[in-house]
């Protein structure tokens, strides 16, 4: 459940369009559903602006159906990341209006789409790393952020990446995803004046050890301002850029405003 829905529901309490008995009903799954196998966090939107994310690696295809479903009937974004074909199959049968990335093997259900926010580029070395660019992509269209992507810009052509000199500029954060030796982050580090979050991949040849060796080159980058997430987390760099995007935008100090003028109005 997220704030707006929240604001909506206690507004229409206070028209008296909504019975008190209504609302509870609609809290009653706050702060989380128990279903078992997993505790549904449905107060995760409101205690972060964002939903919990379902990991699907890991869990039979019913039981992310089973959390999907239970999300989708409280949130109207929900996204499910690490998806098997069999698992797609279960949530589309229980949620019809979920939709599939084969590429990024995630599900996303957007039942409301504010216009996005800001500007986050989404940068990939090669085509190769896509997979996790597009992880981090689509996270962050779901959450709200506009994204741009640059992809195939590695620095085996240099002149790729340059020739988007532009729109690099224009960000509020930079997402840059590369295996093999991993310099993309650097050179993009040494471009822009935004942060930015380098993702290693397992893409490479023997001696890229599985992203190691992209991993260890992005932690000791000499070029300031870049920070680095885990090996082929595409989710975590695109929910730390839409954070920041969201910082910038001044959405988190809208909301506390909108809340410390609650509490002043409910104390009077």
Same mark, same amino acid.
């Given at each position: 459940m997220t704030r707006e829905q929240v604001r909506r529901l206690l507004e229409s309490l206070r028209r008296g369009d909504t019975t008190p008995d209504e609302v509870?009903? =609609?809290?009653?799954?706050?702060?989380?559903?128990? %279903?078992?196998?997993?505790k549904v966090d449905h107060h995760r939107g409101l205690r972060k602006g964002v939903p919990e994310v379902i990991y699907g690696a890991g869990k039979t295809p019913e039981q992310v159906a089973e959390i999907f479903a239970r999300l989708a009937? #409280?949130?109207? +974004?929900?996204?499910? +990341? #690490?998806?098997a074909l069999a698992a797609w199959? =279960?949530? !589309?049968?229980r949620t019809p209006? /979920?939709?599939? &990335?084969? +590429?990024?093997?995630?599900?996303?259900? #957007?039942r409301e789409a504010p216009s996005p926010k800001g500007l986050v580029v989404v940068a990939a070395a090669g085509t190769s790393d896509l997979p996790v660019a597009e992880e981090a992509a689509l996270t962050l269209e779901a959450f709200g952020s506009r994204v741009e992507r640059l992809y195939d810009v590695g620095v085996a052509?240099? &002149? #790729? %990446?340059? =020739? &988007?000199?532009?729109?690099? !500029?224009r960000a509020r954060c930079v997402v840059a995803v590369a295996g093999m030796e991993g310099a993309l982050p650097s050179v993009i580090g040494g471009l822009v004046a935004v942060p930015v979050i380098a993702v290693p991949t397992s893409v490479g040849y023997g001696a890229s050890f599985g992203g190691i060796a /992209?991993? %260890? =080159?992005? %932690?000791?980058?000499?070029?300031s301002g870049v920070s680095v997430v885990n090996i082929d987390n595409g989710f975590g760099a695109g929910y730390q850029a839409h954070l920041i995007n969201r910082l910038a935008d001044g959405e988190r100090e809208e909301n506390m405003g909108a809340e410390k003028g609650n509490r002043c109005h409910s104390s009077g």
């Open positions: 509870l009903e =609609a809290l009653a799954g706050l702060p989380f559903q128990d %279903l078992g196998f997993a009937e #409280r949130s109207p +974004t929900v996204l499910c +990341t #690490r998806v199959d =279960a949530v !589309r049968a209006d /979920a939709q599939y &990335h084969p +590429t990024a093997r995630m599900i996303v259900l #957007r052509g240099l &002149h #790729r %990446l340059l =020739a &988007h000199g532009g729109v690099l !500029r /992209a991993l %260890l =080159a992005m %932690l000791n980058s000499c070029a």
